[in-house]
């Protein structure tokens, strides 16, 4: 079955328990963005410190969109969220980095930005637990849809047909259709989609119904 993983993103700790208590109900796990400034232009909540402040029963997925992970890493692990996403094209030494979060028992998964050859995760696919494919340039939400990654997505499926694939950006019903097509089986969903138009239940229910093709 597809997955559909709403994600967060803001600057606001406020703001950032206000949609959890939106998104909650209606799912299993919840997508966080965290950006650091640097390796994208924006910048979010620290997200480990606002994490450590509610109680939720649903499980979190790290989007580590930053320079340095292996700075952070060790904060991240005294939170309880257990799945973590880490650029390929992030700085450091990124198997040491996945080794961390594994002795953690963290669940770990590699993010490809849009020009970044797929051949870059290679090394570490015996490591890790699925690839993360941005079908937008990551930071703010509502990028531009990015067509052409769903022939990498294609590619690598074909390639790795048993590594799930997740692929995060600009994910409507038509977008997502696409994306499950080429071998995606997790469909992150940001809130510009959520929550302007429809119910947050409704807009996840309508993704789901979307995706079973």
Same mark, same amino acid.
């Given at each position: 079955?597809? $997955?559909?993983?709403?994600?967060?993103?803001?600057?606001?700790?406020?703001?950032?328990? @206000?949609?959890?208590? %939106? /998104?909650?109900?209606?799912?299993? %796990?919840?997508? =966080?963005?965290?950006?650091?400034? $640097?390796?994208?232009?924006?910048?979010?909540?620290?997200?480990?410190?606002?994490?450590?402040?509610?109680?939720?029963? /649903?499980?979190?997925?790290?989007? !580590?969109?930053?320079?340095?992970?292996?700075?952070?890493?060790?904060?991240?692990?005294?939170?309880?969220?257990?799945?973590?996403?880490?650029?390929? @094209?992030?700085?450091?030494?990124?198997?040491? =980095?996945?080794?961390?979060?594994?002795?953690?028992?963290?669940?770990?998964?590699?993010?490809?930005?849009?020009?970044?050859?797929?051949?870059?995760?290679?090394?570490?696919?015996?490591?890790?637990?699925?690839?993360?494919?941005?079908?937008?340039?990551?930071?703010?939400?509502?990028?531009?849809?990015?067509?052409?990654?769903?022939?990498?997505?294609?590619?690598?499926?074909?390639?790795?047909?048993?590594?799930?694939?997740?692929?995060?950006?600009?994910?409507?019903?038509?977008?997502?259709?696409?994306?499950?097509?080429?071998?995606?089986?997790?469909? /992150?969903?940001?809130?510009?989609?959520?929550? $302007?138009?429809?119910?947050?239940?409704?807009?996840?229910?309508? !993704?789901? @119904?979307?995706?079973? =093709?």
């Amino acid at each position: 079955m597809i $997955e559909i993983i709403p994600a967060i993103l803001t600057d606001s700790p406020i703001k950032f328990k @206000e949609l959890m208590l %939106r /998104v909650e109900p209606y799912t299993k %796990r919840v997508h =966080i963005d965290i950006a650091d400034g $640097e390796f994208v232009p924006n910048k979010t909540i620290t997200g480990y410190e606002e994490l450590m402040m509610i109680e939720a029963a /649903v499980k979190f997925d790290v989007h !580590l969109m930053v320079k340095r992970p292996h700075d952070i890493i060790k904060d991240w692990l005294h939170s309880y969220a257990d799945r973590f996403i880490i650029h390929v @094209e992030s700085e450091g030494n990124l198997m040491e =980095i996945i080794e961390t979060l594994k002795k953690g028992k963290r669940s770990v998964g590699l993010a490809l930005n849009p020009e970044t050859d797929m051949g870059k995760v290679d090394s570490f696919l015996g490591k890790v637990d699925f690839v993360q494919f941005m079908t937008v340039h990551p930071g703010f939400q509502g990028g531009e849809f990015v067509a052409k990654i769903l022939d990498k997505v294609r590619d690598f499926h074909a390639k790795y047909p048993e590594m799930p694939i997740a692929v995060d950006g600009s994910m409507h019903v038509e977008t997502a259709k696409l994306a499950v097509s080429a071998g995606a089986s997790i469909i /992150v969903v940001g809130g510009h989609i959520l929550f $302007e138009n429809k119910s947050v239940e409704a807009s996840i229910k309508e !993704l789901q @119904e979307a995706c079973m =093709i």
